[in-house]
């Protein structure tokens, strides 16, 4: 991967209004009881964004992860801001083929997004209500490309065809990072892939705080 890729920051696209945090839930319940679009809740996003004071209570911490706290859930649709702090590092993982926005909120993170090319429990994949069911023991993957998320934009969005990547808070940076993330349907589980194993596995997903 090219590091100028990661560092050069793109300009910001969006300055969303900050809003208190009641607010904001109000504005997403409202628009999980109608047809859930990715244009919806990124319209959403670039006009609303939590406001700091709010924002506080959701920020928390771990030295050597990230952290996924939850603001808002119902059937429909989840809200979390995750806490990465430096140096921290995804596996690569899918969405279970469901919608997921990413909006930064403090410092900047890099988004690999990649393709899996082949593996060899291709009976595993595509399997409805889930995006694959894993168990594959020889994985190939495809870096397709890398976007820096920065606060203002762009927003980092996955669905049924990108629904594998990986995000990273590069040491270099040295400083944490804050995240919003939401999804629709909310997502229980994932599939993450081990590529120096060569294996792949189902990953139950649980709120930190």
Known sequence: MDTQDTTAAPAAIYSPKPVAVEEFVDGIRTLSEGL?????IYDFLITNEIRESDLQH??????DRHTRN???RNDMI???VICWPIGAITPLHTHNGQLGWMTMLEGKLVVENYHKVRCNAAENEQVVGFDCLAGATQIEMELIDTELAIPGGPINTVDKTQTIHRIKNLAEWNEPA?????YSRP????????????RCFR???KYDY
């Open 78 to 80: 989840e809200v979390m």
């Open 70 to 72: 939850k603001v808002f």
């Open 58 to 63: 959701y920020k928390h911490w771990l030295p």
């Open 187 to 198: 997502i229980d589980s994932c599939v993450v892939f081990d590529m120096d194993t060569q």
């Open 36 to 40: 859930i679009t990715k244009q919806k």
């Open 178 to 182: 804050v995240s919003l993330h939401i």
């Open 203 to 205: 990953r139950d997903l």
